[in-house]
């Protein structure tokens, strides 16, 4: 709902696919956790894979989740636990550069995890941002300058001149929208 940009779900798997895949550059999004009472991921996937069935979008996708956890299915990397899990109000950002093959997950403006692979780069394959969730929900920002319907608390640097985040934009790093596609 909300123009694609508030996600929820109840007591069963699915899985929630963005409609814009990540061109050639560096790109960030942001996503308060509206409830991971379950579980509640936050990551990308394979732009090839069929969002249609939670299990499709498995085999290509690596996913920051609110028990800590990143997982990286389809990779030659394992998954890791970071230690760091998150909740209701937490703001995850993920930063994708395909330029480096690096995906960069942040709690509150702090890294967490950074995964680089080249399957990653865009000369490899095509991403999309992606939600797996049971029971809670995301608001996500892709650089309008708000959760749902409620404005950002503090604006954190610029993404390239285009987009208002929360937290600081990774340096050279612009906001996952049409605009920052053509920079």
Request: glycine letters at 16%; proline letters at 1%.
């Amino acid at each position: 709902s909300n123009g694609n940009l508030t996600i929820s779900n109840g007591n069963s798997d699915n899985s929630i696919l963005g409609s814009i895949a990540f061109g050639n550059g560096k790109y960030y999004y942001e996503a308060k956790c509206t409830g991971a009472t379950t579980y509640a991921n936050i990551g990308v996937t394979l732009s090839s894979k069929d969002g249609g069935v939670h299990s499709g979008v498995d085999s290509g996708r690596v996913m920051y989740s609110s028990n800590g956890n990143v997982y990286r299915e389809g990779l030659s990397q394992g998954n890791t636990n970071t230690g760091t899990t998150f909740t209701t109000n937490d703001i995850i950002g993920a930063a994708f550069d395909t330029e480096n093959g690096t995906l960069k997950f942040y709690k509150n403006g702090t890294l967490i995890n950074t995964t680089t692979d080249n399957d990653f780069l865009y000369s490899n394959n095509e991403y999309i941002p992606a939600f797996g969730l049971n029971q809670g929900g995301f608001h996500v920002n892709f650089g309008n300058g708000f959760f749902g319907t409620d404005a950002i608390s503090s604006a954190g640097t610029n993404a390239l001149g285009l987009g208002i985040f929360e937290y600081d934009v990774p340096t050279g790093y612009t906001a996952l929208c049409t605009k920052g596609l053509n920079k």
